[in-house]
């Protein structure tokens, strides 16, 4: 099972501020999944990402997959209190014939009003 | 709404008790998983099941059971509580077969052990 390293562990930002959060492998993937869980609750897909070099946007939150498809970025642009939570980013692993989803032990993320 | 729905938001239980989790999606899903979630560490898969009746161990099946007995059904069994097994206990599901795609996730249990 390959290991997926997220960066910054904890990230304390102020209202309209900018961010970029990373993931990172020294594997290759088919692809990669970004979540995010807001306290209390399971996270919620945010994305999938495919192809090298692939962006995807979601409002204020860009996300892109490396040219090598290794890692990962997540960038929030002017970042809001409902942004707040832990952002994790998960590879499909195949293993003994199944396919299960491998996380990595998530950013946590606080905006401040 | 989709959902899947876990029996407790928190339990508390002694060390030694037998522990069940209960966890239900209104999806019609073909797979379930059973996930632990610890500061620093993330998501670990304890087990998950493609088919009624079918499970496959995860990276730490270790102290646990499951049991599939319908297809929205997953249940998570603590044989014997321990203390190492405080956690977030959270159970997902997905639509399609042997795929990692799209889970969807429970709100979770917290599961405390004295």
């Known amino acids: 099972t390959q290991l997926l390293e997220q960066s910054p562990q904890f990230l304390s930002i102020q209202e309209g501020e900018n961010l970029t959060v990373y993931c990172n492998s020294s594997s290759v993937f088919s692809s990669l999944q970004w979540y995010r869980q807001e306290p209390g609750e399971g996270p919620v897909l945010l994305v999938t990402?495919?192809?090298?070099?692939e962006v995807k946007k979601l409002k204020r939150l860009t996300f892109q997959f490396g040219d090598a498809r290794k890692d990962s970025s997540l960038h929030i642009t002017a970042a809001q209190p409902g942004d707040t939570g832990l952002y994790l980013c998960?590879?499909?692993?195949?293993?003994?014939?199944?396919?299960?989803?491998?996380f990595g032990a998530g950013t946590r993320l606080a905006v401040h009003p | 709404d989709v959902k899947v729905t876990q029996s407790s938001r928190y339990l508390v239980k002694r060390t030694g008790e037998k522990v069940f989790l209960e966890c239900v999606q209104d999806m019609d899903h073909e797979n379930m998983f059973w996930y632990r979630q610890d500061p620093g560490l993330g998501l670990r898969l304890i087990y998950f099941?493609?088919?009624?009746?079918?499970?496959e161990k995860g990276d730490i099946p270790e102290g646990y059971s499951v049991s599939r007995e319908k297809k929205e059904r997953f249940s998570l069994i603590l044989e014997s509580a321990s203390t190492n097994q405080t956690s977030m206990y959270l159970c997902a599901s997905n639509s399609l077969p042997g795929s990692g795609y799209g889970y969807t996730f429970g709100s979770g249990t917290r599961l405390t052990v004295v």
């Open positions: 990402v495919v192809t090298g070099g």
């Open positions: 998960a590879y499909t692993n195949f293993s003994g014939g199944y396919n299960k989803l491998i």
């Open positions: 099941s493609y088919d009624v009746k079918m499970k």
